[in-house]
């Protein structure tokens, strides 16, 4: 089952560690206790309070700063590995954070990943230094930090309402006897504008039935660069269903949850009839690759079937989704970042953002 992670930064205690800053002339002793503790910088400082209350406000900002970057290692989290690393650092007297090192390491690159939330630090963060008879020093820190893996929640919260993403009964459309895609097809039309660029694709989107059997809409992928015309006619037709659902449930109560449904937009205009026609071909024709590419021994023969695909219909977001997903299973990166930009750029989809600065830079070192 997939986990959720969470980070817990500990207070800081008391440290010690290879000096990488110079300290200026005078006292170099660095100390476990002082009069006032160094503090993580952060609007605390500003209030009009004790020492003691700005270092408690401060812990916040730490706490903030690390959790946004000791990531949790993919080692630790396939092994299962969870527990507290532990490191130390100093803080000179001139605010600067040096000698980072680490005092305990769960394993699992744990240690590791702890270890460079303080690196970055380094670079990034000025301290406000201990003082010791109203005189700056050197100061250990040690900084434990927590990782746990945990199950994940049932649900997500989306736009401050909680969709739930498991369900012991789904929703059920029950209207036009529970034909969904028929009430859909006889509700939506075509926009009022000139057909002449005979446009033609689909939408996919994401609905949010509730409890009270309101329909609201979550996200629209738009694979065809239609337009608002036509994303405001599937809003309508998807929300105008209101009241002919029977909301999820989840251990026994009625809930929120996810539900996904798609429209496909033709043209009347009988100019546009030939383009109807290349489109489900394309359909078709992809379709088809689809099953073929699933086999290393056809995958020329499924590629090729899509290349006829997207040759009819070059701007649609879906198909280059479809032949850059196989593209990259087969490990050909640059092809498969010319579809998958493109998709993007088409469609907006954000699905492959985290993985197209490493696909495409192979394509960028040639």
Do not use: H
């Amino acid at each position: 089952m997939k986990t959720l992670l969470i980070f817990f930064a500990l207070l800081p205690l008391l440290a010690y560690g290879q000096d990488t800053t110079a300290v200026a002339p005078g006292d170099t002793t660095i100390y476990n206790f002082a009069d006032e503790v160094a503090r993580f910088p952060s609007p605390c400082e500003r209030y009009d309070t004790t020492a003691a209350a700005k270092w408690q406000c401060a812990q916040n900002y730490l706490l903030e700063y690390i959790y946004q970057r000791a990531l949790y290692p993919a080692e630790a989290r396939e092994q299962g590995i969870s527990g507290t690393a532990v490191v130390a650092f100093i803080v000179e007297r001139n605010g600067l954070v040096n000698r980072p090192e680490i005092l305990r390491d769960p394993g699992g690159g744990l240690g590791f990943s702890a270890l460079r939330s303080v690196i970055g630090m380094q670079r990034e963060v000025l301290w406000r230094p201990a003082f010791k008879d109203g005189e700056p020093v050197r100061y250990r820190v040690v900084l434990p930090i927590r990782f746990r893996l945990e199950e994940p929640k049932p649900y997500v919260i989306i736009d401050r309402d909680t969709v739930y993403t498991e369900l012991t009964k789904g929703a059920s459309f029950i209207g036009n006897g529970g034909d969904l895609v028929g009430y859909l097809d006889e509700k939506i039309t075509y926009p009022d504008i000139e057909q002449d660029s005979c446009a033609t694709g689909q939408l996919d989107m994401q609905l949010i039935v509730k409890p009270d059997g309101l329909v609201s809409v979550n996200d629209i992928i738009d694979y065809n660069d239609l337009g608002i015309e036509f994303t405001t006619k599937a809003i309508d037709a998807a929300t105008g269903s209101f009241g002919q659902w029977i909301a999820a449930e989840y251990e026994g109560r009625k809930v929120s949850s996810a539900y996904d449904v798609s429209f496909t937009f033709a043209p009347t205009d009988p100019g546009c009839q030939y383009i109807i026609e290349n489109y489900n071909e394309a359909l078709t024709t992809m379709q088809e690759a689809q099953l073929l590419v699933r086999d290393s021994t056809s995958l020329d023969a499924g590629l090729e079937k899509m290349n006829r695909a997207i040759e009819l219909f070059p701007r649609d977001g879906r198909f280059r989704v479809l032949r850059g997903q196989a593209l990259l299973d087969n490990n050909r990166l640059a092809e498969a970042c010319t579809d998958l930009t493109l998709a993007k750029e088409i469609a907006l989809i954000d699905w492959y953002d985290s993985v197209l600065p490493l696909i495409c830079r192979e394509e960028r070192e040639e």
